[in-house]
């Protein structure tokens, strides 16, 4: 039982060097997330897909862009990286209340992915 | 937009003790909360959920929530050092549909000390 499971877990870019996170999940979830996670910040909600073919803005989109490709994988590209993107981003997934009303809004977590941006 | 406020500690209390996590946030309207843990270099994970005023209780855990003085708090009852971890409180946003995307605390760091 994978869950969510992100790659790469480790990734150290240079700056103005692009890069795609990647996430997939084998909990049949419909809605998918990507936070970062930056000390003394907690977690801040980057973008997420409520369903398959729909992506919306959280709290802090500016510098990426994500795509949902199909129902299992939603994927996270840093087009241009700065030293401020340097954090923690974790990927997590959520089923429909109608499908598991006892597990609405329990979000699965990815093990994260550690990116530093010199 | 909704806030979530919590004591970023750490908290330290001696193994055995109760461990007192507390957390508020802004919004009036808001029906459910969520506790995650956190260990360190790991991924949150749910521990407990509330929804409806009073405690709940869940082996050595128990949230507690008042509506009216928008207040959450989680118990934790005969502290172990493998409780050291930091704690985080989740509320729904009225965004990303019917269920809302959860916004996070800032997490309350605790360490039980043996």
């Known amino acids: 039982n994978a869950g969510v499971t992100q790659t790469p877990k480790f990734q150290v870019l240079k700056t103005g060097q692009s890069m795609t996170l990647q996430c997939a999940q084998d909990?049949?979830?419909?809605?998918m997330y990507w936070y970062r996670q930056d000390p003394g910040m907690g977690l801040r909600l980057i973008y997420y897909?409520?369903?398959?073919?729909?992506?919306d803005k959280g709290e802090v989109p500016n510098g990426y862009n994500v795509s949902r490709l199909n129902k299992r994988e939603f994927s996270l590209r840093l087009e241009s990286a700065a030293p401020s993107q340097t954090s923690v981003y974790f990927c997590?997934?959520?089923?429909?209340?109608?499908?598991?009303?006892?597990?609405?809004?329990?979000?699965?977590f990815g093990a994260g992915s550690r990116l530093t941006v010199l | 937009q909704k806030e979530v406020e919590q004591n970023s500690g750490p908290l330290s209390v001696p193994e055995g003790a109760i461990a007192s996590l507390n957390c508020t946030y802004s919004?009036?309207?808001?029906?459910?909360f969520f506790w995650y843990r956190q260990y360190s270099g790991k991924s949150p994970e749910l521990i407990m959920s509330?929804?409806?005023?009073g405690d709940k209780e869940d082996g050595r855990f128990t949230a507690q929530l008042n509506k009216a003085s928008q207040y959450v708090s989680l118990l934790i009852r005969d502290s172990q050092p493998s409780d050291s971890a930091t704690y985080l409180c989740?509320?729904?946003?009225?965004?990303?549909?019917?269920?809302?995307?959860?916004?996070f605390g800032k997490g309350t760091k605790l360490s039980v000390k043996p």
């Open positions: 909990m049949n979830h419909n809605s």
């Open positions: 897909s409520a369903s398959e073919g729909t992506t």
């Open positions: 997590a997934s959520k089923g429909s209340a109608v499908a598991d009303p006892s597990g609405a809004n329990v979000l699965t």
């Open positions: 919004d009036r309207v808001s029906q459910s």
């Open positions: 509330i929804y409806s005023n």
């Open positions: 989740a509320v729904p946003t009225p965004y990303g549909g019917s269920q809302g995307n959860l916004i």
